[in-house]
Nanobody, 119 residues
């Protein structure tokens, strides 16, 4: 049972990346999946969450209208589409599962994937 986040990379400011979070050993269908990020010297921040109930997305103000999260139950994968990237989006990004997007605890965490946005 594990999660793996991948498809991070280096991109210029204003560019786009699409992160993926793949689950193995269990189905993501009924789980909420959050995306978090942590930049050097900063606290971890939840940037988005996709509901396991209806697929609706929730976003931090810092990424609203730029990032979109979605879930593909066939591929058992959650995506984070990141557009109009800014240097301040540079961080290690993690995905994690929870019962709902209002849950305070996330149970299973994937390894992080590094996103670097150059100015």
């Amino acid at each position: 049972v594990q999660l793996q986040a991948f498809r991070g990379g280096l991109v210029q400011a204003g560019g786009s990346l699409r992160l993926a979070c793949a689950a193995s050993g269990f189905s993501l269908r009924y789980y909420a999946v959050g995306w978090f990020r942590q930049a050097p010297g900063k606290e971890r921040e939840r940037v988005s969450c996709v509901s396991g109930y209806d697929g609706s997305g929730y976003y931090a103000d810092s990424v609203k209208d730029r990032f979109t999260t979605s879930k593909d139950n066939v591929k058992n994968t959650v995506y984070l589409q990141m557009n109009r990237l800014k240097p301040e989006d540079t961080a290690v990004y993690y995905c994690a599962t929870a019962a709902t997007c209002t849950s305070l605890e996330y149970d299973l965490w994937g390894q992080g994937t590094l996103v670097t946005v150059s100015s």
